[in-house]
């Protein structure tokens, strides 16, 4: 079964006169952290939702230019976001296609993250929320620089299914946990576009 690729970094277009502009200057892959999955047991007395929970990482720090009001640079700082979502395992609630907001895993970080399931069939039985799907990933970045807004978007998929890049584990108690293989951790090879959705994002380009 071929482990599922990783797509590149994709310009999400928000604006008709954004301007996407190749990266001059090393960038650093995103990673997942790590990656849980936890089913209903099915019993009575207990809720009957499936829980995945995702940690991604953004270990880049994006200069942004010199400020008018201070000698340092204005940066976009390293990010880290928890991607969480449920969904009723027993009514056929879908998860796939919803937008989902991240939770930031730093006070007041400039990074907006939000995620959403997607369909695919690597394991050739059909698409399936907890073993053969897809996560797309955005991070949205702004910062008020001298008196005008800047922002700046990235984007990027992964897919994932069990028996690949995905360890299923039973419980005696007929709950099932999934976790990523060790060694298959995937990397985010995020390179080739930034684009620039407000503002004037100086090397990578104005909206």
Not at 1 to 9: A, I, Q, R, S
Not at 28 to 50: E, H, Q, V
Not at 108 to 127: I, K
Request: net charge negative; hydrophobic share 35%; with cysteine.
């Amino acid at each position: 079964m071929p482990f599922p690729h990783l797509l590149h970094l994709l310009p999400i277009i928000t604006s008709v006169a954004a301007l996407a502009t190749p990266l001059t200057t090393p960038f650093l892959p995103w990673d997942l952290t790590s990656l849980s999955i936890d089913t209903p047991t099915g019993r009575s007395g207990n809720p009957p939702y499936t829980l995945l929970t995702i940690i991604i990482n953004d270990p880049n720090t994006i200069s942004l230019g010199p400020l008018s009001s201070r000698p340092d640079n204005a940066t976009f700082p390293p990010s880290t976001a928890t991607c969480s979502t449920r969904w009723n395992s027993y009514i056929d609630e879908s998860p796939f296609d919803k937008v989902i907001p991240c939770t930031s895993n730093r006070y007041g970080a400039p990074g907006e993250w939000t995620f959403e399931l997607l369909r695919q069939n690597a394991t050739g039985f059909g698409p399936n929320p907890a073993w053969d799907f897809k996560v797309k990933f955005d991070l949205e970045e702004s910062m008020i620089l001298d008196g005008g807004i800047v922002s700046m978007k990235f984007s990027e998929t992964v897919g994932f299914a069990r028996l690949d890049n995905l360890v299923w584990l039973c419980g005696v108690t007929g709950s099932c946990s999934a976790f990523l293989r060790p060694g298959f951790s995937p990397v985010m090879n995020q390179t080739g576009v930034v684009e620039c959705v407000k503002g004037d994002c100086g090397i990578w380009g104005k909206a």
